[in-house]
């Protein structure tokens, strides 16, 4: 089955201590990004990466780092998670960055920094 | 800069009745528009979308029309079920940031009652 899985789907930590959310696709996709949302505010696209070793920044990637080591994966780390990065976060994939491709989303991870 | 502006929720409508929810955008170029759907719980879909001025995308009874002359791209469907319940949220990709960065409006909750 074609998907993008996110793990883990639920978590709690506290401030500084550095965490990794995972996300993978079976879809041969060279387009992936990760995203939050947040109430009242939608989603906000944090980092997104064109193909392996090509990532670039979005429009909220302050205290988060990615890399893509392999095409079908594309952590989300965050160095030293602060309560204001409590969130919902989606990875999502695409064939490739076009304007016409269909983004294909992960189930979510809710964090919650304490 | 890139923006996109939905109408605030929710919306309650009975079973049967029309829906329209409002999107309009601000963009430096022509943009590729999307509507996604949330259903309670899950990742988001894509529903539909439109590349160019004039596009109608549809999907599932739901339409959308490209209007590069209003910058919108309204939802509506003729005949709601309780099943499309669920949030929608519209995004759009500038091909002048290569079409690799996505924006997306706050999202509009849609409840269907029977």
């Known amino acids: 089955e074609a998907q993008v899985t996110q793990n883990p789907r639920y978590l709690i930590t506290v401030t500084g201590k550095k965490l990794t959310v995972t996300c993978s696709q079976n879809?041969?996709?060279?387009?992936m990004s990760w995203y939050r949302q947040d109430p009242g505010l939608g989603l906000r696209q944090i980092y997104y990466?064109?193909?392996?070793?090509?990532?670039d920044k979005g429009d909220v990637p302050e205290g988060y780092k990615v890399s893509r080591k392999e095409k079908r994966n594309f952590p989300l780390i965050l160095e030293s998670p602060s309560p204001n990065q409590t969130s919902l976060y989606f990875c999502?994939?695409?064939?490739?960055?076009?304007?016409?491709?269909?983004?294909?989303f992960g189930p979510g991870t809710r964090l919650t920094v304490l | 800069g890139n923006s996109v502006t939905q109408m605030e929720g929710p919306v309650t409508l009975s079973e049967e009745a029309f829906l329209t929810i409002n999107c309009t955008y601000t963009a430096t170029g022509y943009p590729s528009l999307f509507w996604y759907v949330q259903y309670p719980g899950e990742g988001l879909q894509l529903l539909l979308k439109?590349?160019?001025?004039?596009d109608k995308g549809s999907n599932k009874g739901f339409e959308a029309t490209y209007r590069k002359e209003t910058t919108s791209f309204h939802l509506e469907k003729g005949s709601v079920q309780v099943s499309d319940s669920a949030v929608y949220f519209c995004a759009l990709s500038d091909p002048g940031e290569g079409f690799n960065k996505f924006y997306f409006g706050s999202g509009t909750k849609l409840n269907v009652k029977p």
């Open positions: 879809m041969n996709h060279e387009y």
């Open positions: 990466s064109m193909n392996v070793e090509v990532t």
């Open positions: 999502a994939s695409s064939h490739s960055g076009s304007g016409s491709d269909t983004q294909y």
């Open positions: 439109a590349t160019k001025a004039d």
